[in-house]
């Protein structure tokens, strides 16, 4: 038997590679009612023979760390879809993946919980940059805006 290799699915998971920093905007919601600006930092290389990019992200707030996470993003062959499994140091379950599609330049991911409907979008405008949003939804049709970020790469 051969062993799989890397689809062209795969490789578009390139363009998350590298070390980005971003000044961030936190909108009020119910899990930060305040809102308010922070810095990010998400750092992630290809791994596993091509078949995941592997990420790790901080963000602080006041100079201080205020929130961590590790995202796994790969792509389902069955499915035909992109999936991000994420974990993070508000301990936040991962029963399923995220699913995404790229819709041009932006790799758009969505996932439904108990608590809500998510969106997040990374949106490529250049090589170096990428526009970052995170958006919530109790019906899965309208979307109020959580946190937005013009991130470029060290």
Known sequence: MEMPKPQPQH??????????TAEETLFPSPWDPQGGKASGR????MDLDGFFAIADYAQ???????????GVFGWDVEQKCY???WFDSMGTPVSEP????????RLVFQHRSPL?????????EKA?????TM????DGEQWARMMEASYARK
Not at 11 to 20: F, N, Y
Not at 42 to 45: D, E, L, W
Not at 60 to 70: I, T, V
Not at 118 to 124: A, D, G, H, L, Q
């Open 128 to 132: 170096d940059r990428y526009r970052f």
């Open 11 to 20: 490789a578009r998971l390139k363009d998350l590679a590298g070390t980005w």
């Open 42 to 45: 998400f750092q992630s290389r």
């Open 83 to 85: 999936t991000l499994h």
């Open 116 to 124: 809500c409907h998510s969106r997040i979008t990374y949106e490529f």
């Open 60 to 70: 602080e707030r006041g100079g201080h760390p205020s929130y961590r996470g590790h």
């Open 135 to 138: 958006e919530s939804s109790q």
């Open 98 to 105: 995220m699913k995404g599609t790229w819709e041009g330049n």
